[in-house]
Nanobody, 115 residues
Framework: QVQLVESGGGLVQAGGSLRLSCAGS????????MAWFRQVPGKEREFVAR????????YYADAVKGRFTISRDNAKNEVWLQMNSLKPEDTAVYYC????????WGQGTQVTVSS
C-alpha cells in the first residue's frame, strides 16, 4: 500500500519561496496523476496544481498560476511544488494527493507566509 509524506513547509516572508516535497513509499506513484491541494481552517480544501503521469502536462489554479510549479521524478517516487512570490493568502496546510479510483492523501505540511 502506498503512503504519501509531505515535507518542506515552514514560515516565510511575503515574496519568499518554499519547495514542498511529497515522497511516495510502499508502491510506485508513477502510474498515477498527482496533485497538490491546500486548506485553511473553516474552508474547503482547494485545488492548487496537478501533474500527469509522466509529467508532460501540468494544471494550476488561477490563484497560483505563474508563481507555483509542480514537477515529479518517477524514478525517485517524488512530487514537488515549487512556490515562488509567496503571498499571505497562500498560508494553508498543503496536501499531496494521489488521484485514482482510490484517492490517497498525505498528512499535510503547514505553510505560513507573513506580511
Amino acid at each position: 500500500q502506498v503512503q504519501l509524506v509531505e515535507s518542506g513547509g515552514g514560515l516565510v516572508q511575503a515574496g519568499g519561496s518554499l519547495r514542498l516535497s511529497c515522497a511516495g513509499s510502499g508502491r510506485t506513484i508513477s502510474n498515477y496523476l498527482m496533485a497538490w491541494f491546500r486548506q485553511v481552517p473553516g474552508k474547503e480544501r482547494e485545488f492548487v496544481a496537478r501533474i500527469s503521469r509522466r509529467g508532460e502536462n501540468t494544471y494550476y489554479a488561477d490563484a497560483v498560476k505563474g508563481r507555483f510549479t509542480i514537477s515529479r521524478d518517477n524514478a525517485k517516487n517524488e512530487v514537488w511544488l515549487q512556490m515562488n512570490s509567496l503571498k499571505p493568502e497562500d498560508t494553508a496546510v498543503y496536501y499531496c494527493k494521489l488521484e485514482s479510483t482510490f484517492d490517497l492523501w498525505g498528512q499535510g505540511t503547514q505553510v505560513t507566509v507573513s506580511s
